[in-house]
């Protein structure tokens, strides 16, 4: 497995990919077939994130294909440059085999250079999967976002959670 900055190149495949892992998924923000982006839409997406110094995506390849991503979406004011917003996606045969733990650790390497001091992300309450990845990464639970999410037309509350990083 190759952890690595998705390039502009790489937008048909990182449509197919998001189309796959909503697909599978029970806690997305996007449930299977409503995100409607084109390649040439994913493509203007990435080459604009190319040049924010505080947002970037990053991809899990495995034999030349796409199995996973992190992005990290920068604060755009200078009150909270120093944060991120993350969304991970894994294919559901990729999961629990340590795809997320490379990705978080390839995602703190940047965040350390670009002096990101705040990563922060919601999850699903009773995504216990996804709880424990964060968990093992190092975020912790900050907060509740009651009734934030309607799935299978009930209410579920998220976990606001973050991890802050030193810099030395």
């Not at 755009?76 to 978080?104: M, P, T, W």
């Not at 579920?156 to 030193?166: F, G, N, R, T, W």
Request: aromatic share 8%; charged share 30%; proline share 1%.
């Amino acid at each position: 497995m190759y952890i690595r900055q998705i390039s502009p190149d790489d937008a048909a495949a990182f449509v197919e990919l998001l189309r796959e892992v909503e697909q599978d998924a029970s806690f997305m923000l996007f449930e299977s077939g409503e995100r409607k982006t084109t390649v040439e839409e994913q493509r203007e997406r990435i080459e604009k994130m190319e040049r924010d110094r505080h947002s970037r995506i990053f991809v899990a390849e495995r034999s030349g294909e796409l199995i996973g991503y992190l992005i990290a979406i920068g604060g755009q004011a200078k009150r909270n440059n120093h944060s991120v917003y993350l969304v991970i996606g894994i294919r559901k045969e990729d999961q629990g085999q340590g795809v997320g733990s490379a990705l978080f650790t390839e995602l703190e390497k940047w965040a350390n250079d670009q002096r990101i001091h705040r990563l922060e992300l919601n999850v699903v309450t009773r995504n216990e999967a996804g709880l424990a990845l964060y968990r093992k990464a190092g975020f912790e639970v900050e907060g509740l976002k009651r009734h934030s999410l309607v799935i299978d037309d009930e209410f579920v509350d998220e976990y606001y959670m973050s991890k802050l990083l030193a810099h030395n």
